[in-house]
């Protein structure tokens, strides 16, 4: 079973960037999907983005569309999410899951499994 450990989180002001890596463990990404998501305090986990392991489907929430691109290294395992222009309202967990059930453009927290453990995004106004 796949193993996923989020990365690359820090605190940034508004307008800047960072890039968050999901890297895998154990099994591979090989046919699965992988999605990014992110919670903030007292809210539930909301979905970012997500791609299939081979680039094919590609698929953004409307609120990060224009500013993050989600790409995946297959040599490296390892799934990315490039984070530009933030704004304070993008301050959250950020968590990577995947959906092997083969479905496409699935968008709910509930159809994921194997989360990581988060890594903290946090936007200074």
């Known amino acids: 079973q796949v193993q996923l450990v989020e990365s690359g989180g820090g605190l940034v002001q508004a307008g800047g960037s960072l890039r968050l890596s999901c890297a895998a463990s154990?099994?591979?990404?090989?046919?699965?999907?992988v999605g990014w998501f992110r919670q903030a305090p007292g809210k539930e986990r909301e979905f970012v983005a997500r791609?299939?392991?081979?680039?094919?489907?590609?698929n953004y929430a409307d609120s990060v569309k224009g500013r993050f691109t989600i790409s995946r290294d297959s040599a490296k395992n390892t799934v990315y999410l490039q984070m530009n222009s933030l704004k304070p309202e993008d301050t959250a967990v950020y968590f990577c899951?995947?959906?092997?059930?083969?479905?496409?453009?699935?968008?709910?927290?509930?159809?994921?499994?194997?989360w990581g453990q988060g890594t903290q995004v946090t936007v200074s106004s």
């Open positions: 791609i299939y392991w081979t680039g094919s489907s590609i």
């Open positions: 899951a995947v959906d092997r059930s083969g479905a496409s453009a699935r968008t709910s927290a509930r159809n994921f499994e194997s």
């Open positions: 154990g099994r591979t990404f090989a046919n699965y999907a």
